[in-house]
T-cell receptor, first 113, second 116 residues
Framework: DAGITQSPRHKVTETGTPVTLRCHQTENHRYMYWYRQDPGHGLRLIHYSYGVKDTDKGEVSDGYSVSRSKTEDFLLTLESATSSQTSVYFC????????????FGPGTRLLVL | AQKITQTQPGMFVQEKEAVTLDCTYDTSDPSYGLFWYKQPSSGEMIFLIYQGSYDQQNATEGRYSLNFQKARKSANLVISASQLGDSAMYFCAMRGRGFGNEKLTFGTGTRLTIIP
């Protein structure tokens, strides 16, 4: 258990509304990630963070922003949700081991109507 | 660019038999890591096993082993003595090593069903 929680776990929202997903970790990991999972695509990286206020884009970052004001929290914001952002969102941390294994949170299921 | 290919969308295996899940990869990174994750129907992503590109031996973790053939760019997961609880989606993933290589590239997964 990597001590990762995500909130909310499920959310239904309407097109055009802002949405913020939260990832919280308790073990002081430096690296945190947001992925989305869609059928036929596996998981794809949206954004990641390598420290407080240090973030970078992944391969599917359009329409998303992130913030990390403290080590334990990494927020993902959809400024104006679209139906194409209906997905399952996973947060991950990178373990400080030689393999640099990424461990995932339980996921947030988001439906944009 | 990195690419992971999992060519088996679904597999059915009799309980207690061994099963091999295929994974081939492509990368230009000289150093990389290969990972397998399990996703049961409950939805969480569970790390199973890791293989480094320079590791001399195939990785093993309990009933899981990784058949790593670097020249063929394959990293197949072998589950010995399958159990009903092994029914799940299995994802192969890779990541280049070194600064800036943060993305895990995933395959599309294989759905494994264990038959009693």
């Amino acid at each position: 258990d990597a001590g990762i929680t995500q909130s909310p776990r499920h959310k239904v929202t309407e097109t055009g509304t802002p949405v913020t997903l939260r990832c919280h970790q308790t073990e002081n990991h430096r690296y945190m990630y947001w992925y989305r999972q869609d059928p036929g695509h596996g998981l794809r990286l949206i954004h990641y963070s390598y420290g407080v206020k240090d973030t970078d884009k992944g391969e599917v970052s359009d329409g998303y922003s992130v913030s990390r004001s403290k080590t334990e929290d990494f927020l993902l914001t959809l400024e104006s949700a679209t139906s194409s952002q209906t997905s399952v969102y996973f947060c991950a941390i990178r373990e400080n081991n030689p393999q640099e294994t990424q461990y995932f949170g339980p996921g947030t299921r988001l439906l944009v109507l | 660019a990195q690419k992971i290919t999992q060519t088996q969308p679904g597999m059915f295996v009799q309980e207690k038999e061994a099963v091999t899940l295929d994974c081939t990869y492509d990368t230009s990174d000289p150093s990389y890591g290969l990972f397998w994750y399990k996703q049961p129907s409950s939805g969480e992503m569970i790390f199973l096993i890791y293989q480094g590109s320079y590791d001399q031996q195939n990785a093993t973790e309990g009933r899981y082993s990784l058949n790593f053939q670097k020249a063929r760019k394959s990293a197949n997961l072998v589950i010995s003595a399958s159990q009903l609880g092994d029914s799940a989606m299995y994802f192969c993933a890779m990541r280049g090593r070194g600064f800036g290589n943060e993305k895990l590239t995933f395959g599309t997964g294989t759905r494994l069903t264990i038959i009693p």
